[in-house]
């Protein structure tokens, strides 16, 4: 009998490491310890044993049982812990650097955004921000547009669905809500949050019903810039943009103001640029940006008294400044996210 466990032992400790399932494992306990296994059948031999040998016996058998059930118990815990790392997969080493040493890059249209703001912020501007989805009032009553100015129109501007709700939009009942068609919106609800000085730029993506081409976009950027307080005057605006002009085109670059119209600002201009540093651009003047002498009615709309204060605003889109920076000639290549064009900006 003695023997005999011995060999079973023996034959459980050989077998026991090469398991690699838990069916495999159970197919051969059952080997053991089964109905039929060797484990079992060598206890009902206890029967034949002489009454006096049977202590003996007995204690073989239970140390016998104990030493096989604690060689089951290790291939349980060595297949649970196989389990576990399979489902945990490959160790991870978060020391370890970055697959992808390639860093990403800003969008060029980001970059020249950024170029701007910086250089108005060194200047004292700070940066403004409002909604996109906007009402009739911010985007054209407060800025004096009159109700039957083509921006107004259908058309030209994405308007939404009566029923839609905004909640962080309020509007009156009998108003539209649209998608902002310029950043000009970011000049009123600065003036009501806050009394003069203000001195902000607002860039953000405007919207309009445009096919696209070359030159437009139904969604693009602007920067909006607006200086309020007691004495500013038309030379400070002129100085100011010289100053803007001349930083992002070089110091050859010359500007001049040319005589427009804005219903939110008077007098009203159209400011061109002019630089030998262009290339293909080179010694031609080309219109930027819109600015002005904000007009009384916008301080009127927002309950700022023009007889105190005066101020001046312009806007520009910054497609038109990224264009001509970096040389392209289709505003499209800005959206189509097509790497080839990307790279040569990173
Ligand atoms: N909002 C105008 C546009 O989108 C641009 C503009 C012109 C902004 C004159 C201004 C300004 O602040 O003074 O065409």
């Not at 490959?90 to 969008?107: E, K, Q, S, V, W």
Request: with cysteine.
């Amino acid at each position: 009998m003695q023997e005999e466990l011995k060999a079973i032992l023996a034959g459980v400790r050989e077998t026991v490491p090469n398991i690699q399932s838990r069916a495999e494992f159970e197919s051969f306990k059952a080997t053991i310890s089964g109905p039929k296994g060797t484990l079992t059948n060598a206890m009902k031999g206890m029967g034949k044993v002489p009454k006096e040998d049977k202590p003996a016996i007995g204690k073989l058998i239970n140390e016998a049982k104990t030493a096989i059930n604690a060689e089951f118990e290790t291939v349980l815990e060595r297949l649970e812990a196989a389990e576990i790392a399979a489902k945990l997969g490959p160790a991870i080493d978060p020391t370890l650097p970055g697959p992808d040493l390639n860093r990403g890059a800003l969008h060029p249209i980001a970059q020249v955004r950024e170029e701007m703001v910086n250089l108005f912020r060194r200047i004292g501007f700070s940066v403004a921000e409002a909604t996109e989805v906007e009402t009739e009032h911010y985007c054209f009553d407060a800025l004096n547009i009159p109700s039957d100015h083509p921006a107004r129109d259908m058309q030209d501007s994405y308007y939404l669905p009566d029923a839609l709700e905004v909640s962080n939009v309020s509007k009156h009942a009998d108003e539209k809500y649209l998608l902002r068609t310029h950043t000009s919106t970011v000049q009123i609800r600065t003036m009501l949050q806050q009394q003069p000085p203000v001195r902000i730029v607002a860039p953000g993506r405007c919207f309009r019903r445009d096919t696209p081409d070359a030159t437009h976009s139904a969604n693009f950027h602007q920067i909006e810039g607006l200086y309020v307080d007691k004495h500013v005057t038309l030379l400070d605006l002129k100085a100011t943009l010289d100053h803007f002009v001349k930083t992002i085109f070089g110091p050859k670059a010359k500007t001049r103001l040319r005589p427009s119209f804005f219903p939110f600002t008077e007098p009203s201009f159209e400011m061109d640029f002019y630089s030998p540093d262009l290339g293909k651009l080179s010694n031609k003047w080309l219109e930027i940006m819109g600015c002005g002498m904000v007009d009384p009615e916008v301080f009127k709309a927002v309950g700022i008294d023009p007889d105190s204060y005066t101020g001046y605003a312009f806007g520009m889109g910054i497609e038109r400044i990224a264009m001509i920076l970096q040389g392209v000639d289709d505003i499209r290549y800005y959206y189509q996210n097509d790497v080839r064009f990307l790279k040569q900006f990173a």
